[in-house]
C-alpha cells in the first residue's frame, strides 16, 4: 500500500506555512485524515489565494472560538456564499486589526454577504443612528465606543469590497477613485456623527453655528483608510460655544474613528480653533502665506451648517484662484516642495512613500501648481481631486496625454500599496518595507495583486515595480513642477489670460502691437474650437504675446507665429515641445519676432525647434559631420532629383539651425560662415556625383573626371546666407575618351548642375555662379585642366589671378581639383609679385568697381559690401598684399581674409593696430549683411536706416529695446570709417 502525503505537505499546498494550520482546518472541519473534507476545496482553495493564508486561517480560527454557537452558520456561508467567501477570506489575510474587530463583534460578518453591505450614501445617517440610538444622543464613552464600532463595520465593507477579487478574481473590482471616495464619504458621516454628540454634550450649542471644513485628503475625496483628516473650522454666533463644539467633536471622532487635525487653519496651532467668516476673510487677505492657498484648494464644505460652509467656499474660491499673481508664488511652491523633502530621514528617504523624492507628494505639488497657475481661467481644472485634476490638466492639453497617464498610472499604484500598508494594523504608515524583507514584500506583493512569473518572485516584482514608479514620478515631476513656463504664465494677469475679453486689445496696445485688431485676428484663429490643441494654444499665447511684446516686430512674430502653428498643426510634438519646453518658447518668440526668413524655414524643418531647448547641439554641431550626413543621405536617393531634394531638405535644416544660433547670439561669424560654406559645398557634391551617374548612364560611361573648383566667398569659406556659390568647373578625360567626349561629357554634367540646383524654391537660391572662369561669361562653361593652365600662362590678367586667390576645391575628383590648385599657385602668388604697372591696375579696377557697382541712392558708409571701410575695401586690400608678396612669404596664401590679415601683420606689412581695424570693419560688415537678411528675409546689402528692421539688426547685435537703433549705426560707421582710413593708406598708399 503506497505511504499517504503528510498532512502538513497537503495543507502546503494552499499556501500554509504555520505549523498550526492543519489543526485549525481539523477544528473548523475543513480538513480530515485524507486531506481537505468534503466541499472544503473551494474554501481551502480562498485561503490559498490571501494575502496571508496562515494569518487569514488564524482570524477565522479565533472568530469561530469567539462565538462557537454560530460557528457552523459562517462555515456554512463560506462553502456556499463566494461572495462572503471572497470578502472575509480577503480581509483576514490583510489586516489583523480588522480581523479583531470581527473577533470582538462575531456577528458582523453579516455585512460581507452579497445582500447586507451599504451603499456609501447611507454612511452617514448609520452613524448618526448609532450615536442617537433613539433619537436622544448619547454622550461620552458610550458615544465614542457606540461610532467607533459602527465605524469599523463600515469601513469592514468598504476594505472587504476591495480585497475580495483578490481571492475570488470573478468578484467586481472596485476603482482606486471609488474606495477613496468611499473612505472619504465614511470620514464625513463620522464627523457629523461626532458633531451630534459635541451638540449634546455642550451647553447652550443652540447658540452657535459651526461649518466643519474638509481639507486635504478629505477634502479631495481621496482619503486614504487610515490618515488625519484635515479640518477648517467656520463659526457663527457664539464663538465659545462655536469652539466648545469643535473641541468635542475632535476628541470624540478622535477616539472613536480617526485624528482631527485642524493645524492648516489661520496662524496654525496658535490661531483660534473657530473664527467666523469675516475673520477667515480678513486673515486670508492680509496674512495667508502662499502655501496657504494651496491647502484651500481642496476646502471642501464636510459637516456642520450648510449655509456657512457654502458661503466659506464662495468666499476662498476667488483667492485660491487668484494666488498665482502673488509675487514669487510658483517660487514659492517650489521652496516648499523641497523644504518638505529635507525633512524626510537619509535612512528611509528611498522607502518613504508619501514625502519622499518621487512619492506621492511629488505627484501632489505638481498637480496643484499646474492648477493654480493654469486654473485661473479654465474652471474645468479647479477639481480638488488629484486624480481629477490630472485627468483635466492631460484633457486640456497643460500636460502632455502621456505624462498625464503614466502619472495618474504610478499615483494610483503607490496609493494602493499605501493603503495595503495601513489595512495590516489599520495604523498610519507611509514607509514601504526594507527591500531585503522579502516574507513581507510577497505579503504585499499579493496584496497588490501581483502574482509572480517566471524566473521572478512576487516579492522582487514588487521592489522592482516600487523603484520603476517612483523614478517615474519624479521624471515627471521634475518636468512639470520646475518647467519654467509655469513661472511665466504665472505673472502674466489673469484678465490678459483671458483672450477674448474686451480689454485684450488695449492691453496688446500696451504691450506695443502697432495692429492690435489684426493680433486678436489671430489669436482667435489659434484659439477658436474646444479641441486639444486650442486650449494648449490658449495656454501658450499670453505668455507667447509678452515674449514677442519684447522683441522688434510683436506683430509680424505673432503673424508669423500663426502661419507656423497653422503649417504644424499636423506636427504631433509641435505643441507639446512648446508647452513643456519654456526654453523653446522664449526662444522662438525671439526669432519670430526677429526674423522673416527664420519662420519660412521652419515650416519646412520643423525638427530643428526642437534644438531651441539645448544650445549645444544648436550651436555646436560640427560642419564636417553634417556635410558628411548630406552626401550619405543624397547618395542613398534612387535618381538625380531625388538626391536633389534630399541634399536641399538637409540644407534647410543645417540653415535654420545656423540661423537660428545666430540670432541668439549662439555662435560667431567665423563658424557661421564656415558652416554655411560647408553645407554648400556637400550640396554641390551630391549634385555633382548625381548628374554625373545620371548622364553616365544616359551616355553609357563616364568619359571624363569632374572636379568643382570654390571661388570667391565659397573658395574662402565666408559664404552668408544669400551668397552665391562661385566655382569653376574642370575636367579631364579617362582613358578610352577623346578630349572632346570628356567635355561634351563634363559641360552636360556641368550645366545639369546649375539648372538643378538653381530650380526656384521657397528657400534661400542655390544659384552656381561660373562667371569667374576665363573669358567670362563668353568663355566655355567647362575647360580641361591643361586648357586652364595653358589659358592662364599665356592670357591671364591681372583680375583673374586675383580671383584665383580663393581657389579651392570644394568638389568632384579630390586629385584633380588638387592638382589644379597646385598649378594656379604661380598665377596667384607670381614670382617677384606685382610691377607698379600691375598695381595701377587693381587699384583702377577697384575704383571702377565700385562705380559701377554701387547701387544708386545707395548710403556708402552703411552698404556693407561696396562701403566705405567695407568688405571690399577689406578684401581688395588683403588680395593686393598676397598678390604682391604672397610668393616670398608663405603664411599669406590661404583662402581665408582673417587668416590672411593676421599674416599680414606676422609679416610687418601691415601694424597690428591696423589689421585690427581692418578685422573688426570685416566681421561686423559680414555679420551685419548675414543678419539684415534673417530680419528682411531676402539677400541686401546696405542696412536698414530706420524703422523695425533696424530696430531688429539693433537687438541682434546687443542693443536693448530701451537703446535707439540708430546707435547701431553710428557703430558701425565708427568702425568702417577706421577701416577705410588703413585701406586708403595700405591699398592706396596714400
Known amino acids: 500500500m503506497a505511504e499517504r502525503t503528510r498532512p502538513a505537505a497537503s495543507a502546503a499546498r494552499f499556501g500554509f506555512t504555520d505549523d498550526r494550520a492543519e489543526a485549525q482546518l481539523r477544528a473548523a472541519g475543513w480538513w480530515d485524515d485524507a486531506g481537505p473534507a468534503d466541499g472544503c476545496g473551494q474554501v481551502l482553495t480562498a485561503f490559498s489565494r490571501a494575502p496571508d493564508p496562515d494569518l487569514a486561517l488564524r482570524g477565522i480560527d479565533r472568530i469561530r472560538e469567539a462565538d462557537e454557537a454560530g460557528w457552523p452558520e459562517l462555515s456554512a456561508a463560506l462553502r456556499d456564499d463566494t461572495t462572503l467567501r471572497g470578502r472575509l477570506v480577503a480581509v483576514l489575510g490583510t489586516s489583523t486589526a480588522l480581523a479583531d474587530f470581527l473577533v470582538s ?12 453591505t451599504t451603499p456609501s450614501g447611507h454612511y452617514s445617517t448609520i452613524l448618526t443612528s448609532a450615536v442617537r440610538p433613539e433619537g436622544d444622543a448619547l454622550t461620552g464613552t458610550d458615544a465614542e465606543q457606540a461610532l467607533r464600532k459602527a465605524y469599523r463595520g463600515l469601513l469592514l465593507e468598504i476594505a472587504a469590497a476591495d480585497l475580495s477579487p483578490l481571492v475570488e478574481p470573478d468578484l467586481p473590482q472596485p476603482s482606486f477613485a471609488e474606495v477613496a471616495d468611499a473612505l472619504t464619504e465614511l470620514a464625513d458621516a463620522a464627523l457629523r456623527a461626532g458633531l451630534v454628540v459635541a451638540e449634546r454634550e455642550v451647553t447652550r450649542s443652540a447658540d452657535a453655528t459651526l461649518a466643519v471644513i474638509a481639507m486635504g485628503k478629505c477634502g479631495g475625496r481621496e482619503l486614504n483608510y487610515v490618515s488625519d483628516v484635515d479640518v477648517v ?11 466648545r463644539l469643535a473641541t468635542s467633536m475632535m476628541r470624540v471622532t478622535g477616539t472613536a474613528c480617526f485624528e482631527v487635525d485642524a493645524a492648516l487653519r489661520p496662524e496654525g496651532k496658535a490661531g483660534a480653533l473657530v473664527r467666523t467668516l469675516e475673520g477667515h476673510e480678513a486673515y486670508y487677505k492680509k496674512w495667508a502665506r502662499t502655501w496657504e492657498f494651496q491647502a484651500l484648494l481642496k476646502a471642501r464644505p464636510a459637516a456642520g451648517d450648510v449655509d456657512l460652509g457654502r458661503r466659506y467656499a464662495e468666499l476662498v474660491a476667488p483667492m485660491v484662484w487668484s494666488a498665482a499673481e502673488r509675487e514669487n508664488f510658483v517660487a514659492d511652491v517650489q521652496q516648499m516642495r523641497r523644504r518638505v523633502e529635507k525633512h524626510v530621514p537619509s535612512e528611509i528617504a528611498e522607502r518613504e512613500l508619501k514625502l519622499g523624492r518621487g512619492g506621492l507628494r511629488d505627484v501632489e505639488f505638481a498637480v496643484q ?12 481644472l479647479r477639481s480638488p481631486s488629484t486624480m481629477e485634476a490630472l485627468d483635466a490638466l492631460g484633457a486640456g492639453g497643460y500636460v502632455g496625454r502621456a505624462d498625464a497617464a503614466e502619472l495618474r498610472s504610478s499615483y494610483e499604484f503607490l496609493r494602493t500599496v499605501e493603503h495595503r500598508l495601513q489595512l495590516r494594523g489599520l495604523r498610519r504608515t507611509h514607509l514601504f518595507p526594507e527591500f531585503d524583507d522579502r516574507a513581507q514584500l510577497r505579503v504585499l506583493a499579493r496584496a497588490t495583486g501581483i502574482r509572480p512569473v517566471r524566473g521572478k518572485s512576487q516579492s522582487d516584482i514588487l521592489a522592482s515595480e516600487f523603484r520603476r514608479h517612483v523614478q517615474r514620478i519624479r521624471r515627471l515631476h521634475e518636468k512639470l513642477f520646475y518647467r519654467p513656463l509655469l513661472d511665466a504664465v504665472a505673472r502674466v494677469p489673469t484678465a490678459a489670460l483671458r483672450l477674448t475679453t474686451e480689454q485684450a486689445e488695449s492691453r496688446l496696445v500696451a504691450l506695443g502691437y502697432a495692429a492690435p485688431d489684426g493680433a486678436l485676428r489671430h489669436i482667435k484663429a489659434l484659439t477658436s474650437g474646444v479641441s486639444r490643441r486650442a486650449a494648449i494654444q490658449q495656454a501658450l499665447l499670453p505668455v507667447l504675446l509678452d515674449l514677442l511684446a519684447d522683441t522688434p516686430d510683436p506683430d509680424g512674430g505673432l503673424l508669423a507665429y500663426r502661419r507656423v502653428s497653422e503649417a504644424l498643426a499636423d506636427t504631433p510634438w509641435y505643441l507639446r515641445v512648446l508647452r513643456d519646453e519654456a526654453a523653446v518658447v522664449e526662444q522662438l518668440a525671439t526669432l519670430l519676432g526677429t526674423s522673416r526668413l527664420v519662420p519660412d524655414l521652419l515650416v519646412r524643418a520643423p525638427e530643428v525647434l526642437q534644438l531651441l531647448a539645448e544650445p549645444d547641439r544648436l550651436a555646436q554641431r560640427s560642419p564636417d559631420e553634417v556635410a558628411t550626413s548630406l552626401r550619405a543621405a543624397a547618395r542613398r536617393q534612387p535618381g538625380l532629383n531625388a538626391a536633389v531634394a534630399a541634399a536641399r531638405s538637409l540644407r534647410r535644416h543645417e540653415l535654420l539651425r545656423v540661423a537660428c544660433a545666430d540670432l541668439l547670439g549662439l555662435t560667431d561669424v567665423a563658424t557661421v560662415c564656415r558652416a554655411l560654406s560647408s553645407v554648400w559645398g556637400a550640396v554641390l557634391q551630391s549634385a555633382l556625383a548625381a548628374a554625373i551617374r545620371q548622364r553616365a548612364a544616359q551616355v553609357g560611361a563616364e568619359p571624363a573626371r569632374i572636379a568643382v573648383i570654390g571661388m570667391g566667398r565659397l573658395g574662402g569659406e565666408e559664404l552668408g546666407y544669400g551668397s552665391d556659390a562661385d566655382v569653376l568647373f574642370v575636367c579631364e578625360r579617362n582613358d578610352g575618351a ?4 570628356a567635355l561634351r561629357f563634363a559641360t552636360s554634367v556641368a550645366e545639369t548642375v546649375r539648372q538643378v540646383l538653381g530650380a526656384p524654391s521657397q528657400d534661400p537660391a542655390l544659384e552656381v555662379d561660373a562667371n569667374l572662369r576665363p573669358e567670362g561669361r563668353s568663355g566655355p562653361l567647362v575647360r580641361t585642366f591643361e586648357s586652364y593652365r595653358a589659358y592662364y600662362a599665356r592670357w591671364g590678367e591681372v583680375w583673374e589671378a586675383q580671383a584665383l586667390l580663393r581657389a579651392r576645391f570644394v ?18 602668388y607670381p614670382e617677384g609679385g606685382l610691377d607698379a604697372a600691375r598695381v595701377r591696375e587693381v587699384r583702377r579696377i577697384k575704383a571702377r568697381v565700385e562705380t559701377e557697382r554701387m547701387p544708386r541712392g545707395a548710403d556708402p558708409t552703411i552698404h556693407t559690401k561696396l562701403g566705405r571701410g567695407g568688405l571690399a575695401d577689406v578684401e581688395w586690400t588683403v588680395q593686393l598684399a598676397q598678390l604682391r608678396f604672397g610668393h616670398e612669404m608663405p603664411s599669406l596664401r590661404t583662402t581665408s581674409t582673417p587668416a590672411a590679415l593676421a599674416a599680414m601683420a606676422d609679416t610687418g606689412l601691415a601694424e597690428a593696430e591696423d589689421v585690427g581695424s581692418l578685422l573688426d570693419a570685416w566681421q561686423l560688415a559680414t555679420r551685419a549683411r548675414n543678419v539684415a537678411m534673417l530680419v528682411r528675409g531676402k539677400a541686401v546689402d546696405q542696412l536698414p536706416t530706420s524703422g523695425r528692421e533696424l530696430a531688429a539688426v539693433a537687438r541682434v547685435f546687443g542693443y536693448s529695446a530701451d537703446d535707439d537703433p540708430g546707435e547701431f549705426l553710428d557703430a558701425y560707421r565708427r568702425t568702417t570709417r577706421r577701416a577705410h582710413a588703413v585701406v586708403e593708406r595700405l591699398f592706396y598708399e596714400s
Open 738 to 741: 577623346t578630349d572632346g567626349d
Open 811 to 828: 568638389a568632384g575628383d579630390a586629385e584633380l581639383g588638387q592638382r589644379f590648385v597646385d598649378a594656379v599657385q604661380p598665377i596667384r
Open 105 to 116: 463583534s462575531p456577528d458582523e460578518w453579516h455585512r460581507l454577504t452579497g445582500e447586507a
Open 369 to 380: 501648481l499646474l492648477q493654480l497657475v493654469h486654473g485661473r481661467v479654465d474652471s474645468g
Open 233 to 243: 473650522f467656520v463659526g457663527d454666533g457664539d464663538l465659545q460655544v462655536a469652539t
